[in-house]
């Protein structure tokens, strides 16, 4: 590559990086966006010119903690992870509850089968379900 190649994609990763740090150009702020609107490939940023990568990482860094919209969006993040944190125990409280509603219908069953095996064991007593049918 020639220095003036060199000096070319210095000048267009220059420009890429005040492009998008001023928000002229829409798109994240990364290294990767940078490369693709400087229209080089990504070794020419980050082993060709490291100073322009690092100076580009160090200002987005800055702007994304004062942005109003990154500042909102983390707010909504955060009641995003407290509403998530507040449904995982609503589930885990209602998993609880529907084990011991199991539980309770398991021996709710296990008492009616003992109690119907005492009441076809007597011989004067008719099951209801074995009798004779009504009309």
Known sequence: MTASEAED??????????DLLEGRVPGPLTSLRLVELAKVKRHRLTHDNPDINIEFQRRAK??????????????NLEKERTRNKRLVAERDG???RLKAYATALNNLLDENSRLLETVQRRTNVTSITAGPRLR
Do not use: M
């Not at 800055?62 to 707010?75: F, G, I, M, Q, Y």
């Open 62 to 75: 800055e702007l994304n903690r004062t942005k109003p919209e990154v500042d909102r969006l983390r707010a």
């Open 94 to 96: 209602l998993d609880k």
């Open 9 to 18: 994609i210095r000048s267009a990763l220059q420009q890429a990086k005040e």
